[in-house]
């Protein structure tokens, strides 16, 4: 089959379309043949190494996973043994987590990373939904546990898991305050903001509102600034991973152990984001998107062997949303 692979860390450039064999599903997994895959800033922090911390856990001197991509969507063409939620012919998207494998004409996942594909999505709008719908999900609904009535404001408001957010913030029942750029203004205000904060000209943290969650997916503000917008029983939600831009040894590692390291001593709860792709997740996905509650923004589509060039599109800060790959 066909795939974009990495034998190094580098630039888009070390991205180079091979054949590779087709992947054989083993007890517990199934073949997707895939029909579109989604790109996300991990693909490029796993494309680079980087930070280089990361590498103790992604490969130290090469990538350990040769197929870059996490987010798809397809078709099952086979199953291994004791695989009882899926068959073959079904439509499905899921989530690949580290193993990464998704640029490519197949895909080996197990069984409890795919689920059945939202009827009223297309297949490159299922694409763009695992990572950073279960980012959004689990940040709000799980670790922010947003209910009716509260106030949410979400600094990275236009990015892939930031317009996901918008709409299950609003889902939830809260009112939302997004915060972006310019050009992104419009976008923000039609997925649902309440309010819409260009940061080119007002800055968030010296606003006199205050919110019951600020989920952070920039990480480019001080711990005491962001506090500083919270009641003082908010939550402070960090996942600056996303959007962080690249070249230190540890990125926002430094800003998230500051969250740990504060967390026991304040009032307002300080929470580290971490995330897993599991069919529940998956699954309450759907439900939202079926209901009209969700839907991804896509702002440019490649072929498969274009990766490289919509990596450097991704990188280079140009995306809004979702950038999709069909195969």
């Known amino acids: 089959m066909k795939a974009i692979v990495q034998d190094r860390y580098g630039p888009p450039e070390t991205l180079t379309l091979a054949e590779v064999d087709t992947p054989v599903p083993a007890p517990g997994e ?10 996300n800033a991990y693909d490029w922090h796993a494309m680079r190494g980087d930070p280089r911390l990361a590498r103790l856990s992604m490969g130290r001197s090469r990538p350990r996973a040769r197929v870059r991509g996490r987010d798809f969507a397809g078709r099952v063409e086979a199953v291994g043994a004791d695989v009882h939620q899926v068959r073959p012919g079904d439509a499905v998207f899921g989530d690949l987590g580290e193993a990464n494998g998704a640029f490519a004409e197949y895909v080996r996942v197990p069984e409890n990373r795919v689920a059945a594909r939202p009827a009223n999505l297309t297949t490159q709008q299922a694409a763009a939904l695992p990572l950073a719908g279960i980012t959004a999900l689990t940040g709000l609904r799980d670790v922010a546990r947003v209910e009716p009535g509260h106030r949410v404001l979400i600094n990275g408001a236009s990015g892939g898991v930031g317009t996901l957010a918008v709409q299950l913030a609003r889902a939830l029942g809260a009112t939302v305050t997004g915060v972006c750029s310019t050009r992104n203004v419009d976008l923000v205000r039609s997925l649902g903001a309440d309010h819409v904060v260009d940061y080119t000209r007002d800055d968030f943290t010296r606003d006199t509102a205050r919110h019951d969650v600020v989920f952070d997916l920039v990480g480019n503000r001080s711990l ?14 960090l996942s600056g991973g996303g959007v962080y831009r690249g070249g230190s040894l540890v990125g926002p590692v430094w800003l998230i152990a500051r969250g740990r390291l504060l967390a026991p001593f304040v009032k307002q709860r300080v929470v580290t984001l971490a995330t897993a792709p599991s069919r529940a997740h998956l699954e309450a996905l759907r ?5 009209g509650r969700l839907t991804p923004v896509i702002d440019r589509t490649y072929p498969l062997h274009e990766v490289p060039e919509a990596m450097r599109y991704l990188e280079g800060e140009h995306a809004r949303a979702k950038v999709v790959i069909t195969v």
């Open 30 to 39: 199934v073949l997707v043949r895939v029909e579109a895959a989604a790109l």
């Open 287 to 291: 439900a939202h998107a079926e209901a």
């Open 224 to 237: 005491t600034a962001l506090r500083r917008v919270l009641t003082p029983t908010g939550t402070l939600v």
